[in-house]
């Protein structure tokens, strides 16, 4: 029993770490996207940016999360309160998205291709599998579906970088307009998805940790 109340408790340190690192990067990230899509006009890449700083909310509340993991009563209500309030941002990100991007569409806004956004795609399509993984093992350890809920997340944002990758190469290789509003509209049905499962079917796998 002590052993395994050990383990647990390195389990949860390392779960804190990798939501520092989480917060760290999507902190960077943001702030580069957006950067870079004001000043290039890209919808998918201020979208982008705006998903990374919804990453960061997700990793604060999972780093309050493991903070709590001894108390059993707290880690199942944290969870479901993260999920829901993640799923709150994801849906508002989808409709933001969606509403620019038919914008762009309609107007035949054109942006500007972005070096730095090509690269910081790149960038997070390496790293974002490589921490889905490292979440995924210490959310198996502690049963802990929200754990597992924020991996996703970061395969979602692995997902968003290759859709942001082609729609700007596209848009720079070939100067096709319409690639990146495009690319904004395919991410809307992605994030929507995630909005809705966070805010109504997640919740029921916090009964996966015995709630």
Known sequence: MATQAITREALARRGKRLEYFTIGWNMLEGLVAIASGVAAGSV????FGIDSFIEVLSGATLLWRMSVDSDTESRGKNERRALRIVGVCFVA???????????DLITRDAARPSTPGILLALASLIAMPLLSRAKRKVGSGLESA????????TDFCAYLSFILIVGLMVNRMFGLWWADPLAG??????IAKEGYDGMR???????????
Request: charged fraction near 10%.
């Open 44 to 47: 998918s890449l201020v979208g």
């Open 93 to 103: 990100l989808a409709i933001y998205v969606g509403y620019d991007a038919l914008h």
């Open 146 to 153: 929200a754990m597992h809920a924020d991996a996703r997340q």
């Open 185 to 190: 509209l395919v991410m809307v049905p992605i």
């Open 201 to 211: 079917a997640r919740a029921c796998q916090s009964c996966q940790c015995g709630h």
